[in-house]
């Protein structure tokens, strides 16, 4: 017969009390909405709390909320709330589960996108990173934003490099790290980051991309320039 102790019974007691309250809460949210009525403040655990009293079922409440969270989102797309706890809940979902690296991505899309708070976004993608540092979509996404929004480009630059850097980084982060660098003007960076991807990636469509930036680069520097190695060769068509 199996026995049930005391620590394992308050520990399915704690998370079957959070997940009540959860519940209770969401539902309390769209409805608060619905009714249009004065905004009253509404108890949701603070991601702090939530982290104290799950007692061994951090992860299992972080997917939880986390589901919850995208039919929060999902009622907010149809007009069914305001989406004023947005920062509530992704402070609970990571402070639970602090390398859920999905919920600091996705959320910075929609803080980005849908709230129109590109640095919120990068705050958010930031306090990723800090517990995910050798993770390539963070650093990557922060890159975009300061690229295609902020126009930003030396700090695109910089933080593509960063994803570039990672262990799980792909020719998506090298390429865009090498291009950024060129639209900067970093002759010699760039260059550098077009030959490891050249020498790194087995797809030759990209391939064929790097040895034409290279190519480029080189024919555009002049000779001697301090922005090129004397002893870096050029990459012969077709090779």
């Known amino acids: 017969m199996k026995r049930f102790f005391p620590g394992r019974m308050i ?14 809460t969401l539902h309390a949210f769209d409805s608060q909405y619905l009714r249009k009525s004065k905004p009253e403040r509404l108890y949701f655990p603070s991601g702090l709390f939530l982290k104290e009293s799950s007692l061994g079922f951090r992860e299992v409440n972080a997917d939880y909320l986390w589901f919850q969270f995208i039919q929060y989102y999902g009622s907010y797309a149809k007009g069914f ?14 402070t639970l589960d602090p390398h859920f690296v999905e919920a600091y991505h996705f959320a910075s899309l929609v803080s980005w996108s849908d709230l129109g708070k590109p640095y919120e976004s990068i705050n958010i993608l930031k306090r990723g990173i800090l517990q995910n540092p050798d993770t390539a979509r963070l650093p990557f996404q922060i890159g975009m934003i300061y690229h295609a929004v ?73 000779p001697g320039s301090s922005d090129v190695s004397s002893n870096t060769p050029m990459i012969p068509s077709g090779a």
């Open 81 to 94: 709330n305001n989406f004023k706890h947005f920062e509530l809940l992704i402070d609970g979902i990571t």
């Open 11 to 24: 520990r399915i007691g704690s998370f079957a009390l959070l997940s009540v309250v959860m519940v209770l």
């Open 150 to 222: 902020a126009h930003d480009f030396p700090r695109a630059e910089f933080w593509f490099k960063e994803a570039a850097s990672c262990s799980d980084a792909t020719d998506l982060e090298r390429r865009f790290a090498a291009y950024s660098s060129y639209r900067t003007g970093n002759n010699l960076g760039s260059l550098d980051l077009w030959y490891e991807l050249y020498n790194t990636t087995d797809q030759p469509g990209m391939k064929k991309l790097a040895e034409k930036m290279i190519n480029l680069i080189q024919e555009k520097v002049e």
